[in-house]
């Protein structure tokens, strides 16, 4: 079903767009077409004009001769092949005083010249009869009109025929185009044809990992487009997988509390002891904080990639803060045979929320604990970058993979190496978004051989 819908969407997009497409085509190619007959038109009839005016000048100079010149030279002219021509004076009570047609004319032609009216003014002029004849009238010195007419040229008749050629060809032309447009529209948007193939596959099965065919006819903004709708559904898949993956995590670490806080609950129910009570009591608030803990971390990543962070920024002296994160962990890092230096080359005070920081810091200090070999080191060092403070935390843990560093940001990813410790994998999600909230930029440097990981906080000042 989805591939005939997806089939049926290509179809009737490029009907439209071919449809549209051949409109515009032909009332631009109809504009042009006009225009340019229209130019050309200009240039005969401008052409013609000079030409029946330089005609009637001579016949004019030759009637002021006053003898048979004129006759003479129009009975020349008038055998020429093709030439149909005539001459007409006009006394000034509008009396015929001569009248010379060619000697090849026909009676119809004959009677088109004669149903020219004789009040013509000085400027040519175009007749329509059965033919079309340019006229024109020239006022000579004893007040008669002298009238000098041809029979349209061929440029003209070649401009007509190619007026009726194009109007009896427009449909077809434009039935054409659309087919043609329709087939070309067809295979040019395949790709989104594959887009919504994908889509409904995906919203059938449910299955994340199909993804859109990209072929060499794909090309341009729609290789762009298909290109940037897989790496959208890479994502979506990694986050969809990381979800299922942490599931088991997130199960297993909220059920280790609510089995103690039900263990608890049910030794106090059993026993009369004070003691006891007070015991359970204070087991059932360690392991309620553990799981709000839990569900406080997972709600501040959710602010914060939804951009709803507020921070209340204030002065934060840099060493001070670091130094009591390092004081609150140094208990557990003993405990696994672990110290933890810190070199503070100058004092460093910056704006930022100290809470939020204190957030980041402590995570990034437990992490390097939680990875960190027996009997190894952490420094924790800080830096003046100009406008810039630097903050690494640097250890001789198990490392990081390549291919992980920028997944370990990703909201709820846990590399096959950190399974095994307690987490669920929203501690670097957050610290990412608590840095970014605040300008900064946080970065990892580790090549994965056991050799330990630096991450390094720039925050400005």
């Known amino acids: 079903m989805s591939s005939k819908q997806g089939s049926y969407i290509g179809i009737s997009f490029s009907v439209k767009l071919a449809l549209w497409f051949g409109l515009f085509f032909l009332i631009t190619v109809t504009s042009l077409f006009y225009f340019t007959l229209h130019l050309f038109e200009q240039a005969m009839n401008q052409k013609d004009d000079e030409l029946v005016t330089v005609q009637i000048n001579k016949y004019k100079d030759l009637y002021y001769r006053h003898d048979d010149s004129l006759q003479q030279e129009f009975l020349k002219e008038s055998k020429l092949p093709n030439e149909l021509i005539f001459i007409r004076i006009v006394n000034p009570i509008s009396t015929v005083e001569l009248v010379s047609n060619s000697q090849h004319n026909s009676n119809d032609y004959k009677e088109e010249m004669e149903a020219i009216p004789i009040d013509l003014n000085d400027s040519w002029k175009t007749v329509d009869g059965k033919n079309r004849w340019i006229v024109k009238s020239l006022k000579l010195s004893n007040r008669s009109t002298l009238q000098f007419g041809k029979k349209t040229p061929q440029s003209i008749i070649f401009i007509n025929s190619l007026r009726q050629i194009f109007i009896n060809n427009a449909i077809p032309i434009l039935l054409l185009g659309i087919f043609v447009g329709i087939i070309l529209t067809y295979r040019a948007i395949k790709p989104i044809r594959n887009i919504v193939k994908t889509v409904h596959k995906i919203l059938q099965t449910g299955e994340m990992r199909g993804r859109v065919e990209s072929k060499k006819h794909a090309k341009g903004a729609l290789r762009e487009l298909v290109s940037i709708i897989n790496r959208m559904l890479n994502r979506n898949e990694e986050i969809f997988d990381a979800m299922r993956n942490s599931l088991d995590n997130v199960a297993h670490d909220l059920r280790t509390p609510m089995t103690r806080l039900r263990g608890s609950a049910e030794t106090a129910l059993l026993s009369d002891d004070n003691d006891n009570l007070r015991d359970a009591l204070g087991d059932c608030l ?27 920024k204030s002065s934060v002296n840099l060493n001070l803060l670091l130094s009591k994160i390092i004081e609150l962990y140094e208990i557990v890092a003993e405990d696994q045979s672990i110290r933890v230096l810190k070199d503070f080359s100058s004092q460093i005070t910056i704006q930022a929320d100290v809470t939020r920081l204190k957030q980041v810091f402590a ?44 997944r370990i940001f990703n909201r709820l990813y846990r590399s096959d190496s950190s399974r095994s410790k307690h987490g669920l994998g929203l501690g670097l999600s957050l610290v990412k978004g608590i840095v970014e909230a605040h300008h900064g930029t946080i970065n990892v440097d580790s090549d994965g051989s056991e050799k330990g990981s630096i991450f390094t906080v720039k925050l400005p000042k």
Not at 290 to 307: F, H, K, P, R, Y
Not at 367 to 395: L, M, P
């Open 363 to 406: 995570n990034l200090l437990d992490n390097a604990i939680k990875y960190s070999h027996q009997n190894s080191t952490i420094w924790v060092i800080i830096k003046d970058k100009g406008n810039w403070a630097e903050v690494s935390i640097q250890d001789q843990g198990i490392g990081i993979a390549e291919e992980e560093k920028i």
């Open 286 to 312: 360690e392991e309620s904080d553990n799981v709000l803990q839990m569900l406080n971390t997972m709600m501040d990543v959710a602010e914060i990639e939804s951009g709803a962070i507020k921070l209340n």
